[in-house]
């Protein structure tokens, strides 16, 4: 069922990869969902190398299945963070915020199978041509740092541009979402909202409650004047930041504003004036569900769903 070259390349049993998101993606959120037959992810955000080993071997303790780490290529430890995924025996690796190029050949020396985030159809030809294994196509209808086209127009584009698998991101929480992925030619979602709001995530029961009563709109985003917009849920610090940017503010004192924020909020739970970070799908989920009902939902969903377009196109374009 959904057998793809996202499941064979990554060992897995569902195409559905869950988000490096800086803070929430522990080794408890990520062995959770390897446990439940997806890929997870532990997220190095800004944290130090130690962090992210300590996390690494926390994750090895509870679960033998594939899983991976998700670089964040501006953070200021990226140095080391690639230095201990080379040692740590990380089978995938997803990076976030750049180009991951120049790492590229120490990935392949340890056989660690790297899948960038592309926000575009220029450079994900680019790192074709430099050998990854596989995109992840992300639109901005995501959480976080964002690009800007949107998932319905950009997949399709670079499924069209490479030959290697795509996975899709951004919007993506049920299998509707799922299976029109599909549809566009991934071969794979990687999820990041929904699984804020499972059980397993470290996550203040504020920053939940939060996503789980956002309305379509509240989604917005902050930091376009600083080339590094941020998708996040509207409430006090969005409107104060905002205001610095009307009013010109540079981007170091942007920075200083939002240092730190994304902590108050996860690990603090103050969702008044931390960052709450969360995609436009953030609307449509109303419950905290375990890893495992998340993504064996979502499969179910997606069958279900895959049938009431066969009943609509009559039974397929020959019936
Ligand atoms: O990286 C993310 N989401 C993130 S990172 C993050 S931490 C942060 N906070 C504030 C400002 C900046 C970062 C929070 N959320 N998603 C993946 C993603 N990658 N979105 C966009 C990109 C991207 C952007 C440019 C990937 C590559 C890229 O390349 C530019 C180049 O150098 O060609």
């Known amino acids: 069922m959904f057998n793809t070259r996202v499941t064979q390349l990554l060992g897995i049993q569902y195409p559905i990869i869950q ?26 955000g800004n944290a130090p190398g130690d962090f992210v ?39 995938v690796v997803t990076t976030g915020a750049g180009n991951p190029g120049k790492y590229l050949d120490r ?23 430099q050998g990854v294994d596989a995109f ?20 399709p584009q670079v499924c069209d541009a490479v030959d290697l698998p795509v996975i899709a991101a951004g919007g993506i929480a049920d299998g509707r979402g799922f299976i029109a992925a599909l549809a566009l030619g991934a071969e794979g979602v990687q999820v990041g909202t ?25 989604a917005i985003v902050t930091g376009r004047t600083t080339g ?18 009307k009013n ?8 200083a504003a939002g240092a730190g924020k994304l902590r108050l909020a996860v690990v603090d739970g103050d969702i008044d004036n931390g960052s709450v970070m969360s995609g436009q799908i ?11 009902d998340i993504i064996e939902g979502m499969v179910q969903e997606a069958l279900t769903s895959n049938e009431r377009i066969n009943q609509l196109s009559g039974g397929g374009l020959d019936g």
């Open 19 to 44: 988000g490096g998101m800086a803070w929430v993606a522990t080794h408890e959120l990520a062995a959770a969902v390897s446990e439940a037959g997806g890929l997870g992810i532990i997220a190095a």
């Open 53 to 91: 080993r300590n996390e690494i071997r926390a994750l090895k303790k509870k679960t033998d299945k594939p899983f991976g780490v998700n670089i964040m290529l501006l953070s200021p430890f990226v140095e080391d963070v690639v230095d201990i995924v080379c040692q740590e025996g990380v089978p």
């Open 107 to 129: 990935f392949r020396e340890k056989g660690i199978k790297v899948i960038p985030v592309v926000p575009s159809v220029a450079l994900a030809k680019r790192l074709e041509k």
């Open 136 to 155: 992840i196509v992300e639109g901005t209808e995501a959480g976080g740092h964002i690009g800007e086209l949107t998932t319905m127009a950009l997949v």
């Open 194 to 218: 929904r699984f804020v709001c499972s059980t397993e995530a470290k996550v203040h029961s504020s920053y939940k409650d939060a996503l789980i009563n956002a309305k379509d709109r509240d």
């Open 228 to 245: 590094h917009p941020v998708r996040v849920i509207k409430n006090q610090f969005t409107r104060e930041f905002l205001e610095m940017e």
């Open 248 to 255: 010109g503010a540079s981007v170091e004192e942007l920075e």
């Open 282 to 292: 953030a609307g449509m989920i109303k419950d905290i569900k375990s890893c495992r």
